[in-house]
């Protein structure tokens, strides 16, 4: 676990109203809150695009770090991902995360142009995927991949990322828990798509995969997307319980939408700080 627990939020890019998607990222900067991060469905009329936003938000923050939770990787290509995401983190000053998803809403993704995968292409593809940004962010020159999905014949690398950019995998199945541990920098499941009851034994399989990897498991982050719920005074020892139940380093709460700024600004001056305390 990090030194600290981290408590952020998870937040939709409602495009319908843009004042109010704004303030909500503004007030987790206002508020001391450590992490945003942005849904990225790009085949939703009803958002925006992800990167635009967080763009945006930058411009408009000055500490919260930025994460696509997750990038829809059929339709970034990956070169053009870390090249974003480089980009980002210099003028945000080494704010920005990567979040990865293989794909999901396969007709979506195809109707916009993307292609469809079987799971089993999806993460030989993510692999390739990692294999390019890792390649990017280290400066790797030429860039070269002959791969199944993905293809570089000798691409120049640039601008240099701020900081050591993690990639934060979104998966659930086994072969993807095993990925992320051989290869990933931290894991960003999310409630509802994971039982809570059963995240010990993903945890294990990360920790197995990490260390047949010749890895620290401790290296790999632990992010959860969830919500609380019930009276304010009880949300810093639901985040506490995330920590110390469940073994995440990293929550990253859903706003709801009665009131969204006004329920920031209580996790991030009031619920955030005790949890953070009780964690230790």
């Known amino acids: 676990m990090t030194a600290k627990l981290q408590v952020g939020l998870f937040v939709v890019p409602d495009a319908t109203d843009p004042q109010r998607t704004l303030a909500q990222l503004v007030a987790a900067d206002d508020a001391g809150l450590d992490v945003v991060g942005v849904q990225d469905h790009p085949y939703q009329r009803r958002f925006f695009d992800t990167w635009t936003l967080l763009s945006y938000v930058a411009a408009r923050t000055e500490r919260v770090r930025l994460v696509p939770d997750v990038a829809s990787l059929p ?54 995927a990692i294999a390019v940004l890792r390649g990017w962010f280290g400066g790797e020159r030429p860039l070269r991949l002959d791969g199944e999905h993905y293809g570089l014949a000798g691409a120049q690398p640039g601008p240099a990322p701020a900081h050591p950019i993690g990639l934060w ?112």
């Open 169 to 280: 995998i979104g998966g659930y199945k086994p072969r993807m828990l095993r990925l992320t541990g051989r290869l990933g920098d931290g894991w960003l499941p999310t409630v509802g798509y994971l039982d809570l009851a059963d995240a010990h034994d993903s945890h294990r399989a990360i920790d197995e995969a990490a260390s047949r990897a010749g890895r620290d498991p401790g290296d790999v982050r632990r992010v959860l997307n969830a919500g609380v719920s019930g009276p304010a005074s009880g949300w810093a020892d639901q985040l506490a319980r995330l920590a110390t139940d469940y073994r995440f380093d990293t929550v990253l709460v859903t706003v709801p939408s009665e009131d969204p700024v006004g329920f920031i600004r209580r996790l991030g001056e009031d619920a955030a700080p005790a949890a953070r305390a009780a964690v230790g």
């Open 75 to 128: 339709l970034r290509p990956p070169a053009m991902l870390a090249k974003a995401a480089a980009s980002l983190d210099v003028l945000s000053g080494g704010r920005v995360e990567l979040g990865l998803g293989a794909g999901v809403f396969w007709d979506a993704i195809e109707a916009m142009g993307g292609p469809r995968r079987s799971p089993g292409e999806s993460i030989d593809a993510l692999e390739e």
